[in-house]
């Protein structure tokens, strides 16, 4: 009888494979036990006591639902649209940072739960003006771009969290996209961030076109990340670069290939904003979703104290965070920049008002080293592993590259990656 290992059968490699990815998907589609149809306004009986209300703008390319307890669906809508928003947070001493405290049951209870307090439909681009003039918080804006698996209701809910959270002093602007928050519907959501790249672009430079914008950070999450890189190359190729105001970009867990990252970054012009990413390699959803997009590595994922990541994002000046070491709440490891307090304070506090990762006042956290631009440095105790970032880094060509010195060196330099 031979000694040699036999190769598992196709029947074997796919109950492997099954096995691998069937706990994933079930930890995707656990819904929690909270209820649904959260959007009706619930009127307060007076001012919150130690909780607080976040007014937001949302802009969306998703359907109306013809309810209003859900007001928009999963599904696609040729025709945009704008609402004024507020949500009502109940206190700190009911409600841990970092969570978005559910309502088990409706109406919900402000005392306890994240209620809507204001549904107001907005009909024109002028009256959203008129919005951020009455919101203008010192000229700063932050557009929020939620990933997979998301209801209108629950990007609401986890930006209301996040503004709340970050302490940030900015305009809040939600955009949602029509997922159908449903885990076997990923191909659908991937291609209603396609679908939706252009509404994104136009609300994007309904903003930049605003008076009392002075800047503009751009906040996404995984799939919501593609949809923020794309629209903003498109934005980029349309107007010869990006505008100024444009400051920041800050991608959590990004569900991009690295590949096409890097052709994203190469496309954006000479110009481009301050970004940084927010990744962890123990992300149970971007494993997933590696598996199901040919096993290409995903950017929220990568190891940036890495070769070839490390000496190759040291030049273009993007700042990676790791965010391995942080423990959170979410089973699968996806959702840490929201609900590390830490982190989301960092957000709010540095990162929005264009403050590096440098100092070393910042005390973010517990148990992060930070590497930034290739020199270590002590950010507090926290644990975020940070460094800069080329086009080039992502394709994995090891060569080192002079330095673009215009856009046509860089497309150049690109091509050569991919051809």
């Known amino acids: 009888m031979s000694n040699a290992v036999r190769s598992p059968s196709p029947m074997a490699r796919f109950f492997g494979q099954v096995t691998l990815v069937l706990p994933l998907v079930i930890a995707l589609s656990g819904c929690g036990g909270h209820a649904k149809g959260v959007m009706q306004p619930v009127a307060l009986a007076a001012e919150p006591q130690g909780g607080a209300v976040v007014d937001m703008l949302v802009a969306t390319s998703r359907r109306p639902s013809d309810d209003p307890a859900t007001l928009f669906s999963g599904e696609r809508s040729v025709q945009p649209s704008i609402t004024d928003v507020a949500v009502s947070i109940p206190s700190d001493t009911v409600r841990a940072s970092g969570t978005v405290q559910w309502p088990k049951k409706l109406p919900p209870d402000p005392a306890t739960d994240f209620?809507?307090?204001?549904?107001?439909?907005?009909?024109t681009v002028e009256q959203g003006h008129d919005w951020v003039r009455r919101h203008s918080k010192g000229g700063h804006a932050m557009v929020f771009i939620h990933g997979f698996n998301n209801t209108y209701e629950d990007s609401v809910f986890r930006f209301a969290q996040i503004v709340h959270d970050s302490g940030a002093d900015v305009t809040p602007v939600l955009f949602t996209w029509p997922s159908r928050a449903k885990v076997f519907d990923y191909n659908y959501d991937k291609e209603s961030t396609n679908y939706s790249r252009t509404t994104l672009e136009r609300t994007l430079k309904a903003l930049?076109?605003?008076k009392?914008?002075?800047?503009?950070?751009?906040?996404?999450?995984s799939m919501g990340t593609w949809l923020a890189m794309?629209?903003?190359?498109?934005?980029?190729?349309?107007?010869?670069?990006?505008?100024k105001k444009i400051?920041?970009?800050?991608l959590a867990s990004p569900d991009i290939d690295v590949d096409v990252f890097a052709r994203q970054w190469t496309e954006l012009g000479p110009d481009k904003p301050n970004f940084t990413i927010f990744v962890s390699q123990d992300d149970r959803a971007l494993a997933l979703s590696r598996y199901i997009s040919g096993d290409v590595q995903r950017l929220g994922q990568i190891n940036p104290a890495e070769e070839p990541y490390k000496t190759k994002l040291e030049m273009a000046g993007i700042t990676v965070v790791d965010l391995t070491k942080v423990?959170?709440?979410?089973?699968?490891?996806?959702?840490?920049?929201?609900?590390?307090?830490a982190i989301v304070q960092l957000i709010g506090q540095r990162l929005v008002t264009g403050q590096t990762l440098t100092d070393s006042t910042i005390g973010v956290g517990d148990g992060i080293?930070?590497?930034?631009?290739?020199?270590?440095?002590?950010?507090?105790?926290?644990?975020?592993?940070?460094?800069a970032t080329p086009a080039n880094i992502v394709s994995g060509d090891m060569k080192q590259k002079k330095k673009p010195t215009d856009f046509e060196?860089?497309?150049?330099?690109?091509?050569?990656?991919?051809?």
């Not at 903003?232 to 010869?240: V, Y």
């Open 115 to 123: 209620t809507v307090v204001r549904v107001q439909p907005l009909s």
């Open 369 to 387: 080293t930070a590497l930034v631009a290739g020199t270590v440095n002590t950010v507090g105790k926290v644990a975020a592993t940070t460094v």
């Open 212 to 221: 009392n914008i002075k800047d503009i950070t751009i906040l996404a999450h």
């Open 409 to 419: 060196d860089a497309l150049q330099d690109e091509r050569a990656l991919f051809n």
């Open 208 to 210: 930049v076109e605003d």
């Open 327 to 341: 423990k959170s709440g979410d089973r699968l490891n996806h959702g840490k920049f929201a609900e590390s307090p």
């Open 247 to 250: 400051e920041n970009v800050i």
């Open 230 to 243: 794309e629209s903003i190359r498109q934005m980029a190729i349309r107007e010869g670069g990006l505008p």
